[in-house]
């Protein structure tokens, strides 16, 4: 009974992936389908959902994915998301590093099409660099996901952190290179040999022209020198949200959704007193995605019962006893379940609690864990439901094939991380 619960459970998963239904609708039917054929009664069984819900984790959890839906509608529907990454383009003053930092910039922040947000500007960044539209669409895609690893305010980084018991930093530093292996190596296939934008330079003054008044390149300079510092002032003007945010969060551990919150007020202080349109109520409760915020108890709920299922430590013993180390399991599973459902989320919201066998040391849960995240980010990152790529293919009008010949030597790089910490994890268990 159980074990059939189980697997209708993750058909369940699947097939509504498949067909784009709401995470917390799938997490919730199939919560209580594990709930159903549990063996608990169905008293016991609420039970186990009720506390579920209302554990202190949970609730941060939910209020944390809350905050940051509003801050992203707030900072997206105010121009700051804009204001910032033109402020950060000039401050860089390099086209290389600006087309590697827009993207990233506006992946930290989980605004929904997120990658048609960045696409104009890469595009833009692009022609200086006389990228092809393949390249502009790898490269957008590549800078924007790299923040999944590194990024503390992450809703997915979150989630994991809670659902292993430890803190995001902790998880973060083994996730980090994941992160700056893919960026590296975006670097070095797409923009290491690009081309830069020529220059006109003005011509140097004429020897024996010194009146006092600064020469054509001087004056270029000095130009240039002011660009920059107004620039600077644009970026942490209108980033100040973010980054008092990522301050109180990261540098004094303040819980993370009132972090967030506190940057809310913040951006909508700033925008009141700028005269700035503030985004209405309802742009501000669709922005919040209230279904995602559901699906993190549903998630949280379904945990519980894959915990306390025997199937899955049956599975993971039966692997074992064939000679199937559970570190290949942690790289099978999110590869197949992450490929159908093209959701990071999902894949690794209900893949960590249930491939990490029972008993295993801190150490080896951290890097088990980071099979589970990298794997599901590759099969995610490449299915072609995911609607970042999607959007991609479509603003540069290229179809998916040609995006997977840019950039499949970039995935490589995540690829061999996972396998060499899927060997660390097979030594540690």
Known sequence: MQLAGVIAAFVIIILFSFKKVSLAYTMCAATIVMGLTSGLPLAESTGVIWKAFIDSTTLELAAAV????????????TAYLDNMVQGLSGLLGNLKAAIMAVPALIGSMPVLGGAAVSAPLVD????????????????NLIFRHGMFFIFPLSPSLILVANLIGVSVGTLISRLW???VGFWLAGYWFFLRKAGQPKRVEAAPAKNGDSDGKLSAAELTET?????????????????????IALVLSIGFKVALWISMMAGVVLGLAMAYLEKTPLPSPGIVIKGANLPQVIAMFWIMAFKEFAAASPVFPALVDSASS?????????????????????????????????????GTSPDAVLYLTSVIYGAGFLAYFSSPLHLCQVLTCQYYDVDLARVYKAYWP???SVAAVMLAYAGIATTLI
């Open 66 to 77: 809350l905050a940051i839906g509003v801050f992203s509608t707030v900072m997206k529907e």
């Open 124 to 139: 833009k960044l692009g022609d200086g660099l006389e990228l092809s539209p393949d390249s502009k669409a790898a490269v």
């Open 177 to 179: 290179l994941y992160g």
């Open 223 to 243: 130009r240039t020198q002011d660009t920059r510092a107004a620039d600077t002032v644009k970026f942490l003007r209108y980033g100040a949200p973010l980054l």
């Open 322 to 358: 064939r000679g199937i180390p559970p570190a290949l399991l942690a790289v099978v599973f999110p590869l197949l379940f992450g490929y159908v459902s093209a959701n990071h989320m999902t894949t690794v919201g209900v893949l960590v609690p249930v491939l990490i066998p029972a």
């Open 410 to 412: 970039v995935i490589l």
